[in-house]
């Protein structure tokens, strides 16, 4: 069983459909997969703030046991430990939304599994999950690459939290998602939940950077994260393009790897969006 974890509300549709059928277009296997979701309601913060529909979730599960039947999805609402947890923090602002912090909660849920592979919504498989998940975390509380540009301005093993494969269950025996609560509720970080992260590991495996690529894709990448990026033409900017924003992925990039899995995505997403108009 491969056991992912991806955090979000409504929004991060989009990127768990695209990521998932990257992973399962990309790999071999027919190891069954279970994608649990993170999800919350603090829409009193911001009102887009709300848990994943019940519908998506229904609609996810369908399409990733279209490829394996025994695939699963597991939502689990953490809106009460985030109020016990976090409201109000010094963190609830940061620059990234709140659910980006609802990760270090993976310790404190029932039934979640030692070996677990977190991943940003704006993450694609260039190749098999297999190459990252069967990577040997045994005595390490994750693994994890460095940030493409972290590791220039800040560290040279500064690492990139997007892709992270938790030990949890080495990480319950250091306390270290312990340790990043309480950084989280008592200090204000300039990257929030990542640094929290970093500051409280005891032990990581560090891992090559086509693990996490967030700037190229070669052939021997692994993950592509599109994450933010500078570009220097035609002058000096940074952009966020998402891999669901195909025409720009095609435009800017250039890339046409992924093809099969976006026009996949917008037949899929455009699918359950008559499904719900017709409802």
């Known amino acids: 069983m491969v056991n992912i974890l991806f955090c979000g509300n409504g929004y991060v549709f989009d990127g768990m459909l695209t990521c998932a059928l990257s992973i399962m277009k990309r790999s071999e296997s027919k190891e069954p997969y279970t994608f649990y979701v993170y999800t919350m309601d603090v829409s009193h913060i911001k009102p887009a703030y709300t848990p994943i529909d019940d519908g998506i979730i229904e609609y996810f599960d369908g399409i990733i046991k279209s490829y394996n039947k025994e695939n699963r999805v597991i939502k689990i609402d953490v809106t009460d430990i985030y109020k016990k947890e976090f409201a109000g923090c010094p963190n609830e602002g940061a620059y990234c ?14 039934g979640m599994p ?3 592979l977190y991943l940003d919504a704006d993450i694609m498989f260039n190749r098999d999950v297999h190459l990252l998940y069967d990577t040997d ?22 690492v990139n939290a997007g892709v992270l494969l938790f030990n949890l269950k080495k990480m319950k025996e250091t306390g270290l998602l312990q340790k990043a609560r309480e950084l989280i509720k008592t200090k204000k970080l ?17 891992l090559p950077q086509r693990y996490n690529d967030q700037k190229f894709l070669h052939k021997h990448t692994v993950v592509r994260h ?6 220097w033409l035609p002058y000096p900017h940074t952009d966020n393009i998402k891999q669901w924003d195909v025409s ?22 455009k699918k359950y969006e008559n499904e719900v108009n017709v409802k």
């Open 137 to 158: 975390v045994s005595e390490y509380e994750y693994a994890a690459a460095r940030d493409h540009y972290g590791k220039y301005m800040i560290s040279p093993n500064y």
């Open 114 to 116: 030692d070996k677990l």
């Open 97 to 110: 939304s709140p659910y980006t912090l609802i990760r270090l909660f993976a310790d404190m849920i029932d």
């Open 226 to 231: 599109f994450s933010k990026r500078l570009f």
């Open 248 to 269: 720009r992925v095609h435009r800017i990039f250039r890339y046409y790897a992924f093809d099969d899995v976006l026009y996949e995505y917008i037949y899929l997403k």
């Open 190 to 206: 300039v990257f929030a939940d990542q640094s929290a992260i970093i500051r409280s590991t005891t032990k990581k495996k560090m």
